[in-house]
């Protein structure tokens, strides 16, 4: 079974799209070396999205779970389900990373947790301090803070030159979703 020698924290934000794209593209290529991975999308327990049935065909390599409430969050006042959906997301996310098991971990949208008061900066930190050296960990989503910016190894900011909304162009099925 492959192992990666040394496992290293990256971060993907930006208010432009591609952070969860390009933490799912370094899954596929994870998988294809014969690694292992798992992903906890946060904020994303409701509705379609096309790389829930499409991660399927890597399993069991590549495990996917998501969590969250129905609807959106509202800043300043999230519910009680979604607090409580982000608890559950964070306690299995300490049972992955710590596990060892997994190479690389994916926490998908957990920025957006935090900026939505549905996780602390530091319950984020703290669950960085419980990765073995050989787990890469993915952080993605946008407003990344400075502290965990600064505990990463890599930081990848997604920035906007131009997008299709723009020109009136609705998100398309397989592409956006």
Request: aromatic share 8%; with cysteine.
């Amino acid at each position: 079974m492959a192992r990666l020698e040394q496992g290293l924290i990256q971060v993907y934000t930006g208010d432009s799209k591609g952070k969860t794209t390009a933490a799912l593209g370094l899954a596929i290529r994870a998988v294809g070396h014969g690694f292992k991975v798992f992903i906890i999308q946060f904020m994303k327990g409701q509705g379609y999205y096309g790389e829930l049935q499409g991660l399927k065909r890597l399993e069991p390599e590549c495990q996917l779970e998501h969590y969250g409430g129905k609807g959106w969050v509202y800043l300043g006042n999230p519910s009680q389900e979604d607090l409580q959906e982000a608890e559950k997301a964070m306690l299995r996310a300490k049972e992955i990373i710590s596990s060892g098991k997994w190479d690389i971990v994916i926490l998908d949208e957990i920025f957006n947790a935090i900026w939505f008061e549905l996780v602390t900066e530091d319950q984020v930190l703290e669950l960085l301090e419980l990765k073995p050296p050989h787990v890469e960990i993915v952080l993605t989503g946008r407003n990344a803070s400075d502290r965990i910016k600064a505990k990463a190894d890599l930081v990848t900011e997604m920035v906007q030159i131009k997008h299709p909304y723009e020109q009136g162009i609705a998100g398309r099925k397989g592409i956006e979703f």
